[in-house]
């Protein structure tokens, strides 16, 4: 049986996970990072951190009922996140950047459900639509406090206009053919995906 949200799918996420948006993006590692109170080492650090979390979301293979958002060539960041990078003079991010704990929990996770829909599209909802938005204002602030160029801020660049995209993406979101139980997991898993990221600003907070 297919659930109507009442709102539709996109509008029950957001207001849903407004309140894990709000307690992720107020933690201090992002607070002082957004308003230049770190360096562009620190930022490095962070990158480093997503380039783990980005190999995993992008390692899945995609299967032939797959809603069409899900594999948009637009999105996927890894390749980008490599080559800001390298051109910060991280190349080696490997070893100098081991995945902290918090890294590698939000990557098994995303390991874990890759084959589980609903689940696997809260994490993809949770980054990518999270990069359209306030990742741009984040591409924005790295640029004028720390100076990065546009050859370290290809992660923030996407092939296609965010506003229009994003209308397009929650439409994708609206036409998911979800019962209670899977519309249960997309709520609850992205808020766990909130959570993880949360839990990874928390270290490099720490570290
Ligand atoms: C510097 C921190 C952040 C700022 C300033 C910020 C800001 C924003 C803003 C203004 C929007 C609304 C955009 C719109 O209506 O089109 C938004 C949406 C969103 N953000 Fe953030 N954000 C931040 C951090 C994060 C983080 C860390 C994540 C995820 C881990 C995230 C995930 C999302 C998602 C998924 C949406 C889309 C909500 C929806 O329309 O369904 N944001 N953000």
């Known amino acids: 049986m297919t659930t109507v949200a009442p709102m539709g799918i ?118 990518y639509l999270g990069d359209l938005s306030g990742g741009q204002a984040i591409a924005k602030r790295v640029r004028d406090h720390y100076g990065a160029t546009d050859d370290q801020l290809a992660f923030y660049r996407f092939d296609v206009r965010p506003g229009p995209f994003k209308v397009e993406y929650r439409e994708g979101l609206d036409a998911l053919d979800l019962d209670d139980a899977g519309m249960d997991a997309l709520i609850s898993e992205a808020k766990l995906a909130f959570r993880l990221n949360a839990d990874l600003f928390e270290a490099l907070g720490a570290a």
Do not use: C, K
């Not at 590692?29 to 995993?56: H, K, N, P």
């Open 10 to 127: 996109a509008a029950t996420l957001r207001e849903a996970t407004t309140p894990e948006h709000r307690d992720t993006e107020t933690r201090s590692f992002v607070t002082e990072l957004m308003s230049g109170e770190l360096d562009i080492d620190a930022y490095v650090r962070y990158l480093a951190q997503y380039a783990y979390v980005y190999r995993a979301l992008e390692s899945r293979t995609p299967n032939a009922d797959d809603p069409t958002f899900l594999n948009d060539p637009a999105l996927p960041r890894f390749d980008a996140i490599v080559s800001d990078l390298e051109h910060l003079g991280a190349a080696d991010w490997e070893t100098s950047h081991p995945a902290l704990p918090a890294t590698q929990a939000y990557v098994d996770r995303v390991l874990e459900v890759a084959d589980d829909l609903p689940r696997y599209v809260a994490h993809h909802y949770t980054r």
